[in-house]
């Protein structure tokens, strides 16, 4: 570090390294958290957030209840050498309650509202739309309101972009409401006769349905999706795995093997298959690792959908209750082909081929909730911060267009060696897992220190300029 005093009426004049994190969700949250517990005092931070959602971002900053975790708390500590961290906070709540396994995730907001509020970091609420390079290497990061920072290192932390499938549909609304859901949770002004649509069957429509019936929509809600299937169920008892079988050579043929015959295990109730999946994650990225494209592209088209009602799972209270919406007929769920939406008499026309029944279908809906996901194809993401940044290649997509192209500790991979670093969602593709807590909260941590080795070895390169009373010696000082 450096300090005046070191040398008597010599002050070393060192500009100070900036950090910008874009994005204040999970991810960036959490970096800007590591980084301040380094107590770098040449440091400055400064988060971006669109939205202003801060810590919380998209999937902790909903304000129902209803909405719970799909991790036990036990597994969702923000701190990885500290398990029992978000338990602990809990317990200091009073929200503790040893029979709950899931609580709500606003719940976990508020807690890693709490990180947010420790670090010393500077907040703007804008939307950053470009980043270049200035000639000595640094970069500028511009915004939508016309503000532009000179910075030494750039942070990606943007989490998901939606799929833009149905985005249209924002625009056909004539008296008929469409949203896209996570996004906009706003579900409060309609009536409880409002006919619903939901498209897509993840863990989104879940909490969509779920919200529904809290503010009172008791129409039938029918759901949408290409194989009419909803997340399957958490073990009540919510065990952990051990050792898996798995090997890093296994193919996607392999894999798909070994589930099944898992499956016959399961049948004759040999073992809870959800142990397997739990067993199976530590090795998922480095079995992803070892697969080539065309076996990486092969997962995507057969396997995925099937492997992510598996991996990404209910709460067994919610699925009990989604279960009983769809026996006694309120929730209908259909695996539906060529579906294809228009506007008819104010209302939402939804036309489909009823994959089960082989029949075409056409029935008419007030609202419309997109619950579709994420876009999984970089190159089809409509935001102008990844499409400048890929148009102007200070970033490049991985093999698989999932995610960026990126070494070691998130370093993106670009001919300049710019300072731009990703985390989370966006290294998807070179990970197979990057999307969750677990996984997410190590990435941060070991993402800061690297961040602070770097700056560290930089700030003791560069040249200590003598200045006297504050006043620059070189060049004069106006
Ligand atoms: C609904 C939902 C529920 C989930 N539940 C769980 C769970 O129970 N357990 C678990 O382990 N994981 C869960 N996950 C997965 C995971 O924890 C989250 O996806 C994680 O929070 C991702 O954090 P992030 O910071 O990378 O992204 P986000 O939380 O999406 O944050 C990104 C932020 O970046 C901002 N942003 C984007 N672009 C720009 C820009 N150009 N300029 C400025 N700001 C920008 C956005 O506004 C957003 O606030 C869930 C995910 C979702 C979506």
């Known amino acids: 570090m450096f300090h005046s005093g070191l040398i008597p009426g010599y002050d070393f004049f060192v500009e100070k390294k900036v950090v910008a994190i874009i994005g204040g969700g999970f991810s960036g949250t959490l970096v800007a958290y590591h980084l301040t517990c380094l107590a770098l005092s040449d440091l400055e931070i400064k988060i971006f957030d669109e939205k202003g959602r801060f810590a919380r971002g998209v999937a902790y900053g909903t304000g129902d209840k209803n909405h719970l975790l799909n991790v036990p708390a036990e597994r969702m500590s923000a701190i990885p050498d500290e398990p029992l961290h978000f338990v602990n906070w809990l317990k200091e709540k009073n929200f503790w309650d040893p029979k709950k396994t899931f609580y709500p995730r606003m719940y976990f907001g508020d807690y890693l509202f709490e990180f947010f509020r420790k670090s010393q970091v500077k907040t703007f609420c804008e939307k ?28 990606l932390a943007t989490g998901n972009y939606f799929s833009s499938q149905f985005l249209g549909l924002s625009e056909l609304s004539d008296g008929a409401r469409y949203l896209r859901f996570s996004e906009d949770n706003n579900i409060t002004s309609f009536r409880p006769s409002t006919k619903v649509a939901i498209l897509g069957s993840g863990l989104s429509a879940i909490d969509a349905i779920l919200s529904l019936r809290e503010r009172g929509v008791r129409t039938e809600v029918c759901v949408f999706s290409r194989r009419g299937r909803f997340p399957l169920s958490h073990d009540k008892n919510s065990r952990k795995g051990g050792n898996s079988l798995f090997l890093n050579e296994s193919s996607p043929l392999d894999c798909l093997r070994y589930f099944q015959s898992c499956r016959k295990l399961v049948f004759a109730r040999r073992f809870d298959w959800r142990q397997e999946v739990e ?26 959908k099937f492997w992510e009602i598996h991996r990404h799972r209910m709460p067994p209270e919610i699925a009990e209750s989604i279960n009983k919406m769809v026996a006694n007929g309120e929730v209908r769920i259909r695996a539906v082909r060529n579906l294809q939406i228009k506007i008819r008499n104010s209302k939402f026309r939804l036309m489909y081929l009823d994959g089960r029944k082989g029949l075409d279908v056409e029935e008419d809906f007030d609202l419309v909730i997109d619950c579709t996901g994420f876009e999984n194809d970089f190159s089809k993401i409509n935001d102008p911060l990844i499409q400048s940044i890929l148009k102007h290649l200070l970033v490049s997509m991985d093999s698989t267009k999932m995610g960026l192209d990126f070494e070691g500790e998130g370093r993106v991979v670009n001919k300049r060696k710019s300072k731009i670093y990703c985390i989370g969602p966006l290294r998807r593709g070179k990970l197979f897992e990057s999307t969750a807590v677990p996984e997410l909260r190590v990435q941060a941590k070991n993402l800061a220190l690297e961040l602070a080795s770097i700056l560290k070895y930089e700030s003791s390169n560069e040249r200590a300029v003598p200045s006297f009373f504050g006043m620059s010696m070189e060049g004069g000082n106006g």
Do not use: C, Y
């Open 128 to 155: 950053v739309i470009k980043i270049r390079h200035t000639v000595s290497d640094k970069l500028i990061i511009e915004t939508s309101l016309g503000n532009s920072l000179e910075v030494d290192v750039v942070v």
């Open 279 to 304: 067993r199976f994650r530590p090795f998922s990225n480095s079995i992803w690792m070892n697969w080539n494209p065309r076996q990486k592209a092969q997962f995507h088209r057969h396997l995925r």
